[in-house]
Every structure is written in structure tokens, then in C-alpha cells.
């Protein structure tokens, strides 16, 4: 191990301790140290903590191959504001070069930062997304596969980030009961049918990931709609279900809470996947650290088998990094298939 990891490790070690030891002697705890490419773990020391790698030169490039991106306008209702009052929303579906209704396709639902768009995350760097998605798909990275951008904002987005809170949290639900039927009903994803069976039965075929506030919404999704998706991929931003920025200030209480959410499921162990992620100079990335250092506390819950945290080095808290954390996760989420 070089001189710069075992630095960083004596770092972490005093400063985040992220695993407690357990009364339990069959519980075995989850090692720490990062992977920043310089030396592979043993397949039984896979690290909590971990670097990114880079996504390759030219993926910023058009493909030769191009996937489209379509608008869908589609009918849903007041959850945030309690009132059930109709009303209308729009998301951003990506479509691959040469989608065919024969084939089934995974799917992706990330959600923006504040002040963006449902349309920005296509839109954005110069379609930097899109043309990454092309590049991988094209690239044998991942196989085809469908990404959907939705917008937890009624409107305008609120003058304060933080107020979004409630309609952040509405967001999962009007996933499940009208964006996600209203996008799988239409394209062939893995979800025979559309209602809550058919959703929950799909489910390791779906992720929900976000930006920000974004991942103040996954995290509630992981909350309140752990049966519609198995993957979640959280981007610098903390859980907010006991409180604003309730992550970072009360970890270990937010670790607890997410555990016995989790207890109540049938998703114990390897039911899900939590691939976390932030860059180290990003103003939110103390606020998700240690949220995840309270959760990997809780060993027997959260470890390595189904949470992991991903760090850019001097990533800051902007959209240009977000490529990068797609890069890395989406073929974890979906492994290329063999056919």
C-alpha cells in the first residue's frame, strides 16, 4: 500500500470512525480503506470508502450511435401540499440508439439539484449526460438502458433550497403512482405491468438517484418507496426524514431510523444497494459522510454487501462531476450482459 493511502487511512481512522465493533462475534466489519486504483482489496476486503475512476477520454464526444431524449408530459397530483389538487408535470426520458420494443430495458430515475430542471440533466455541459450514456452503451460499458429526469418542483423552485423539502419528499410517491406507470407503460422496461405488484416485482431492474436535493430525494425514496426500487444512488445530500439536514446533525438516529424501515421490509441484507457519493471539496460532503459513518455503525444492516460511499477527489458542489458518479455506478447497478 503507497504512503499516500496509508496517510489517508491514518486520517480516517482518527477522525471518522466508521465501523463500531460488535457484541457479535459472527459479525465481521467492514473495512475502511479506500481504493484509489493503486491496489485491488481481496475479494473479501472490499472498502467502504473508495475513489472514483475517471471517466475515459473522448466519452464527452457525440457517438456514432445517438440516443434521443423525449419530453412526456404526464397527469399527477398535489402530494406536497396535501391537497390532491390535479395537476400536470414533466420529465425527460433517454431513449438508446436504437431502442426496440422486443427488448426489456433497465431503468434510471435522477432527479435534479435545486435551482435546475428536469430538462438541465440532459441539457447541461452540453448534453454531457447524454452523450456519456451514448459512449457507454456503445462502449460495451452497460447494456441499453432507459434514464428518466423528473422534477420535484411545483413551479418555481422555492427562494431556499431547504424549502423544497416537502416537495422533495412528495417526489417518490408521485414516482410510483403516476410517472413511473405513465414511462413504463409506454417503453419496455422490466415492469409486466404498472401497478404496485408489477412495480415491486420489477424492482432490480429500477434505480433513483439525484443531485443535491436530489439526493435529499432518493433518500426519502429509500425511506417510503423501498419496494419500487433496488438501487439508490444518493449525491451529495444527506437523509432528511427526521428533520432538515438530519443526516448530518443526527446520524446515528437517522442510522437507526433507515434501519428499521429497512427491518419492516422483505429487503434485509442484499435486498438493496446504496451507492453513495460526493467530491471531497463539495459543501455537502461532510453532510452525507456522516450520515454513512452512522449507518456502516450499524454493521449488521449496513455494510459493504449493501452501501457503499464514492468520492471524486476536489469534486466540488456543481453538476460537472456528475458524469463521473454515472460512470462509476450505472454499470454496477446494471452489469453488462452476456448476451
Known amino acids: 500500500m503507497t504512503h499516500k493511502i496509508i496517510s ?29 486504483g493503486e491496489e485491488n482489496p481481496s475479494s473479501d476486503e472490499v472498502a467502504m470508502i473508495s475513489f472514483t475512476h475517471a471517466v475515459p477520454d473522448g466519452y464527452e464526444q457525440e457517438a456514432e450511435k445517438r440516443g434521443s431524449i423525449v419530453r412526456i408530459d404526464y397527469a399527477t397530483r398535489d402530494y406536497a401540499e396535501g391537497t390532491g389538487a390535479k395537476r400536470t408535470n414533466t420529465a425527460y426520458v433517454y431513449l438508446p440508439y436504437g431502442y426496440n420494443e422486443s427488448q426489456r430495458y433497465n431503468i434510471l430515475y435522477f432527479v435534479h439539484g435545486h435551482y435546475s430542471t428536469a430538462a438541465s440533466t440532459f441539457e447541461d455541459e452540453n448534453g454531457v449526460v447524454r452523450k456519456l450514456l451514448d459512449q457507454m452503451i456503445a462502449h460495451g460499458d452497460i ?50 405491468t404498472t401497478d404496485r405488484e408489477g412495480i415491486e416485482v420489477s424492482r432490480s431492474h429500477r434505480a433513483i438517484g439525484g443531485f443535491s436535493m436530489g439526493a435529499v430525494t432518493t433518500w426519502y425514496a429509500f425511506d417510503e418507496t423501498l419496494n419500487a426500487f433496488r438501487y439508490f444512488m444518493p449525491v451529495s445530500g444527506d437523509c432528511w426524514s427526521l428533520g ?55 454493521n449488521n444492516m449496513f455494510n459493504t454487501a449493501n452501501m457503499t460511499f464514492h468520492q471524486k477527489e476536489g469534486a466540488r458542489h456543481e453538476f460537472r462531476p456528475i458524469p463521473e458518479y454515472l460512470y462509476n455506478a450505472l454499470p454496477f447497478f446494471f452489469p453488462k450482459s452476456d448476451e
Request: overall charge negative.
Open 244 to 298: 432538515r439536514f438530519a443526516g448530518m446533525n443526527r446520524p446515528d438516529d437517522t442510522a437507526a431510523y433507515l434501519a428499521e424501515r429497512v427491518q419492516q421490509s422483505p429487503y434485509v441484507g442484499t435486498g438493496f444497494y446504496i451507492w453513495a457519493a460526493s467530491g471531497t471539496n463539495d459543501s455537502a460532503y461532510r453532510e452525507i459522510l456522516l450520515q454513512i459513518e452512522g449507518m456502516a455503525r450499524l
Open 143 to 192: 447494456d441499453p438502458m432507459i434514464v428518466v429526469t423528473p422534477s420535484y418542483n411545483y413551479g418555481q423552485p422555492t427562494p431556499d433550497y431547504a424549502d423544497a423539502d416537502p416537495y422533495c419528499r412528495a417526489l417518490p410517491l408521485e414516482l410510483v403512482n403516476d410517472l413511473i406507470p405513465a414511462v413504463e407503460g409506454r417503453y419496455h422496461t422490466y415492469a409486466e
Open 8 to 36: 489517508f487511512l491514518s486520517i480516517l481512522l482518527l477522525s471518522l470512525p466508521l465501523v463500531a465493533c460488535s457484541t457479535d462475534d459472527s459479525e465481521v466489519e467492514t473495512p475502511i480503506y479506500p481504493d484509489n
